[in-house]
């Protein structure tokens, strides 16, 4: 199956587009981005794939400043059955005459169904991606966006996560473009869904460093404030290898941490004192698997690589 999402139109006039395809009946649910030059009456020329045995995402491309071209996907390092992958951002820049990689660079940006929707290059050079990305509160999946700036090496200036509403009944905050202005704003557009409400358009104006509220921190990474749901857990990074980080809603009484295999056999234990908010584990002696996660009254999924 192959879905075009993006098309641009190149300098020997003819297209590049980019997709998504899938094998509907693999085992491992593998789809991957893929991209195709076609000449200007249409016909093929090359194409190339993106990503690896796991649901990858699509494929958004957007023409470089020397006529290369820029596509912005998804690396899927986990795909559970039936369920949304856990990926990464990934941005490559390609060759014009035959696609091979210029460069290749992932973002430690790991959360479930995290696609980029657009990618811009700016007049200075500068890269700017927006897309959406996935995460579970123990009982439904919700959507918030995400800004990713870039040099034009790919190196990240700023990753920032932002809402338009922020409450246990939103469930969409679906971001599909964006400008710049005349002042380097960039202003985004997309919808929102709140339960029992029609979806609603959405227009949302940040500074030239992402932020929505003036004065925010500009140091590369620093994300505008996530605020946890009721029964949500924040656990990152997930997959994990040695170690990782479990954020919770701050605790009212003391509380147990414990994690559970897929056999529902207790596989770690930690006490949580009153007035926390956050413990880093050593995951290092866990087998590679699935893991569900209770803090308090809040509850997750960890994956162990």
């Known amino acids: ?40 009456l249409g016909n093929f020329e090359w194409g190339r794939q993106f990503g690896g045995q796991n649901a990858d995402g699509a494929a958004i491309v957007s023409l470089a400043p020397d006529s290369n ?12 059955p039936m369920a949304a992958s856990d990926l990464k951002i990934q941005v490559v820049k390609i060759d014009k005459y035959d696609g091979s990689t ?9 959360r479930a169904g995290n696609y980029p929707n657009m990618v811009k ?8 991606v927006v897309g959406n990305e996935g995460y579970y509160n123990g009982i439904n999946y919700f959507y918030t966006s995400w800004i990713l700036k870039l040099k034009p090496n790919g190196d990240s200036i700023y990753f920032r996560r932002y809402h338009k509403y922020d409450d ?33 358009l959405w227009l949302v104006k940040m500074d030239s460093l992402g932020c929505l509220q003036p004065g925010c921190d500009p140091t590369a990474g ?11 857990l924040n656990i990152f990074p997930n997959p994990a290898t040695t170690q990782t980080t479990i954020t919770y809603i701050q605790l009212n009484k003391e509380s147990q941490l414990q994690i559970y295999n897929m056999l529902r056999q207790k596989v770690y234990e930690e006490k949580l004192s009153k007035g926390s908010s956050q413990t880093t584990i050593n995951t290092a002696g866990f087998k590679p698997g699935l893991y569900k996660v209770v803090a308090g009254e809040s509850s997750g999924s960890l994956i162990i690589n």
Request: hydrophobic fraction near 30%; proline fraction near 4%; charged fraction near 20%.
């Open 1 to 40: 199956m192959l879905g075009q999402d993006s098309i641009i139109e190149t300098p020997d006039k003819g297209y590049l587009l980019g997709g998504y395809s899938w094998d509907y009946y693999s085992a491992s649910y593998s789809g991957d981005g893929r991209i195709i030059k076609l000449d200007s």
């Open 69 to 80: 071209y820029i596509v912005a996907t998804s690396y899927a390092h986990y795909t559970m």
């Open 102 to 110: 210029i460069w290749d660079k992932q973002y430690d940006t790991i």
């Open 121 to 128: 290059i700016l007049p200075d050079g500068n890269i700017v």
């Open 168 to 200: 246990q009944y939103t469930q969409e905050n679906i971001t599909w473009d964006f400008c710049i202005t005349e002042e380097k704003s960039i202003v985004s557009c997309g919808w929102t869904y709140k339960q029992n409400e029609e979806q609603r």
């Open 222 to 232: 620093i994300e505008e404030p996530h605020y946890l749901k009721p029964g949500q």
